[in-house]
């Protein structure tokens, strides 16, 4: 059934800036982190109607429960929605099989649901609520989209293009400073009197214990372990050369001379 008190969600709608929790941080950069869960919200509010929440069939096989709303399996797929760091905006598809008989109505009756809202939630089961480790707040930056067009309708599955909210809601870019190698991020803090990171205001997500120095130098104490900004000596030391950087530079961003 849909949820019509989505207005009183106190996780629903997006904060001006998302803290992922020191336990998720410290999970998602374990070898085994555990299972990955990817929960779905389809906001229906622009046509008067509430959230309809599921999960893809082909992750789960029963419904989930997170946050107090269960997710129940739906026949979906969903794609595109890595960043590819070469400057353009992901445009991720939604392909639903209308099997589903609140998928086939709300599709004939609504304009194909054109405009929804939807927000892909993802955590790892041992966060989602009846365990010992449920945590509502333990999720990666939530990735919000608009149904922007209907691409494909055979009768059989409907699929459609979404597009990023900032591209939506028509607001202009940069809407902040654009930096080609050097990342915003806020980094932890060593609390000498602690003895440990403090990571109260930190949003970059590293929680390793490899440390380096201002000019990427490894060193054993944590009290010098101080972030560069800079993709070379920072980011890939940290994490990896290989490694998917979740770094706010814009290193496909090119120098113009006007």
Partial sequence: MTDQTHATDPYHDKQPRHQVPPALRADSQRLTPGRRVHLYELDMGVFGLGVERFCADS??????????????PVAIQASGFEYSGQGSVPTPRLTVSLINTVFNALVNDYDDLIGAR???????????????Q??????????????????VSDGVTIEWELSPSVSYQS?????????????????????????AFDNSKASC?????????????????PAEDRPSKQLTTCCKRRFGDDAVLPTRAFPGVARIKA
């Fill in 59 to 72: 992750e789960e096989t029963a419904p989930v429960k997170f946050r107090g709303h269960e997710f129940p």
């Fill in 118 to 132: 939807l927000t892909r939630l993802r955590t790892f089961a041992h966060f989602l609520d009846g365990g010992a």
């Fill in 134 to 151: 449920a945590d509502p707040h333990a999720v990666l930056m939530p990735d919000i989209y608009y149904v922007e067009r209907k691409v």
């Fill in 171 to 195: 607001r202009m870019l940069p809407a902040r400073q654009v930096f080609r190698d050097t990342c915003t991020h806020t980094y932890r803090r060593w609390d000498a009197q602690a003895g």
């Fill in 205 to 221: 997500p590293y929680a390793g214990s490899k440390y380096f120095t201002y000019d990427g130098t490894p060193t054993s104490n």
